[in-house]
């Protein structure tokens, strides 16, 4: 089964950017569609974006859209997300999953949909 492991994460001022990185491991992460979730505190985990396997279909929540872009190096076996004009309601424990899929276009934005999480990374935006 895959590993996830989540790095990158820090702490940034309101406007900055942050790139956080999944890197995948004990397996081909090619053959997963692959997503950004992110828990801030005292909240539900939610969805924030995602990529197909092949990478040509994304998906975002909408207040990202615009600052988010998820990509990733299959070649590297890992998934970025790349985050600018940080805001202070971005704070949050931003986590990488996985799905195994025959699909190379699809996406998914449910929690439920993924098998293989990370451990996490922390985002923390100051105003």
Same mark, same amino acid.
């Given at each position: 089964?895959? +590993?996830?492991?989540?790095?990158?994460?820090?702490?940034? +001022?309101?406007?900055?950017?942050?790139?956080?990185?999944?890197?995948? !491991?004990?397996?081909? #992460? !090619?053959?997963?569609?692959?997503?950004?979730?992110? +828990?801030?505190?005292?909240?539900?985990?939610?969805?924030?974006? &995602?990529?197909?396997?092949?990478?040509?279909?994304? @998906? @975002?929540?909408?207040?990202?859209?615009?600052?988010?872009?998820?990509?990733?190096?299959?070649?590297?076996?890992?998934?970025?997300?790349?985050?600018?004009?940080?805001?202070?309601?971005? &704070?949050?424990? @931003?986590?990488?999953?996985?799905? #195994?899929?025959?699909?190379?276009?699809? @996406?998914?934005?449910?929690?439920?949909?993924?098998?293989?999480?990370?451990?996490?990374?922390? $985002?923390? $935006?100051?105003?």
């Amino acid at each position: 089964q895959v +590993q996830l492991v989540e790095s990158g994460g820090g702490l940034v +001022q309101a406007g900055g950017s942050l790139r956080v990185s999944c890197a995948a !491991s004990g397996g081909t #992460l !090619s053959n997963y569609a692959a997503g950004w979730f992110r +828990q801030p505190p005292g909240k539900e985990r939610e969805f924030v974006a &995602t990529i197909s396997r092949s990478g040509e279909k994304t @998906y @975002y929540l909408d207040s990202v859209k615009g600052r988010f872009t998820i990509s990733r190096d299959n070649a590297k076996n890992t998934v970025y997300l790349q985050m600018n004009s940080l805001k202070p309601d971005d &704070t949050a424990v @931003y986590y990488c999953a996985a799905k #195994l899929t025959v699909f190379a276009r699809n @996406y998914y934005y449910t929690a439920d949909q993924y098998d293989y999480w990370g451990q996490g990374t922390q $985002v923390t $935006v100051s105003s």
